[in-house]
């Protein structure tokens, strides 16, 4: 157990809806990473949030985007969905120290999207 | 090419010691990592190692670097039918946030 949840588990869409799926970090950690991964891929990094704040992006389009609250929960939200976004959506909280950021990333279970 | 390349499967005895191989290709690579991922599961860290490390044992696991070959390896003694598994390698650079860039995963099937 990492100490970092994620809600819903699964969740099914149909193309061209939106979704929001929501990720609350370990405690103590002010950072959140969200990451794709696809059926048998690696995660794909597609944005770090810290502060409230992008600090950072992978390569995915402006339709996914994120949110993080001062409580440093977080939300991912992707836009307009297509087949291809179906995949395991891992949230990842660390703790960063003025410009450093902690080396260890700790991953929640993830959030299975499929789209129909 | 992958920035991080592994073998996509390794199959082992119950008892037998594991080696998963794994090797990236950024010279400034920071941190290396091993993760274990279950079905339906999110990824554990198992473990990770400095750039300016050779080694690094923890109970059953041992890390080795080469960065010269920029090469690294997770030897999993006495393997474990729960160790069965997908097993990340990935790596990070200071200048990129320690975000780490992940390969595509050995699986790990162990029997008996």
């Known amino acids: 157990e990492t100490g970092v949840t994620q809600s819903p588990t699964h969740l099914i869409k149909t193309r061209g809806q939106q979704v929001t799926l929501r990720c609350s970090s370990q405690s103590g950690h002010n950072t959140v990473s969200w990451y794709q991964q696809a059926l048998g891929q690696g995660p794909q990094f597609i944005f770090q949030y810290y502060r409230e704040e992008e600090n950072g992006r992978g390569n995915f389009p402006p339709r996914f985007s994120g949110l993080q609250f001062p409580n440093y929960s977080s939300e991912l939200n992707v836009n307009a969905l297509e087949l291809d976004d179906s995949a395991l959506y891992l949230c990842?909280?660390?703790?960063?120290?003025?410009?450093?950021?902690?080396?260890?990333?700790?991953f929640g279970p993830g959030t299975r999207l499929l789209v129909l | 090419g992958e920035d991080v390349e592994q073998s996509l499967f390794l199959s082992v005895r119950e008892g037998d010691s594991s080696v998963i191989n794994c090797t990236y290709t950024d010279s400034s690579s920071t941190y290396l990592y091993w993760y274990k991922q279950e079905p339906g599961a999110g990824l554990q860290l198992l473990t990770y190692?400095?750039?300016?490390?050779d080694m690094k044992q923890d109970q059953r696991l041992t890390v080795l670097l080469n960065k010269k070959d920029k090469h690294l390896s997770l030897r999993i003694a006495d393997t474990q039918t729960g160790d069965s598994a997908i097993y990340f390698c990935a790596e990070s650079i200071r200048g990129g946030s320690y975000i780490p860039t992940f390969g595509r995963g050995t699986s790990l099937i162990v029997h008996p």
């Open positions: 190692i400095f750039s300016n490390m």
């Open positions: 990842a909280s660390s703790l960063a120290t003025g410009t450093s950021v902690k080396e260890t990333q700790y």
